[in-house]
């Protein structure tokens, strides 16, 4: 593993690390000297491990804070499946639905031709028993 020398709350430590890791270390030690300069007005008044403790209990936090988002982030996840599952089901439904939609309308189709064929023979059957009544007036 390589070694890199670094500054780290202004003193100098060798640090070994991976090869595809070097980038991630160089950004955590950029992070924490920029948290190191936040408290630099206690410098000189506290003790550097005390100025480090609350670094450390503020990324803590932080970090408590981005597994709590992170637990809200699989929940969302977990309840986005639930509802692609649910648009599937629903859209099966909907498909279904509209089948029984078009059968239905090609019955009811068939059966207003039934019913204006039976208007016709009624009609039919009306003039012939309007021809019969007038014949049996005439009688």
Known sequence: MPDLEINIFNKKIKLSYQE???QRL???VEKLNYKWKNFSNLQGKVSDFKIATLISLELQDSLADLNV???DLKIKEANNEILKKEI???KKETKEIN???KKLEK???IKINE???LEIVLDEFNVELLQIKKNLKND
Request: hydrophobic share 45%; glycine share 0%.
């Open 20 to 22: 595809n890791e070097k």
């Open 26 to 28: 160089l950004n955590a």
């Open 69 to 71: 988002l992170s637990d």
């Open 88 to 90: 599937v089901l629903k």
């Open 99 to 101: 089948e029984t939609i």
């Open 107 to 109: 019955e009811l189709a």
């Open 115 to 117: 019913l204006t064929d």
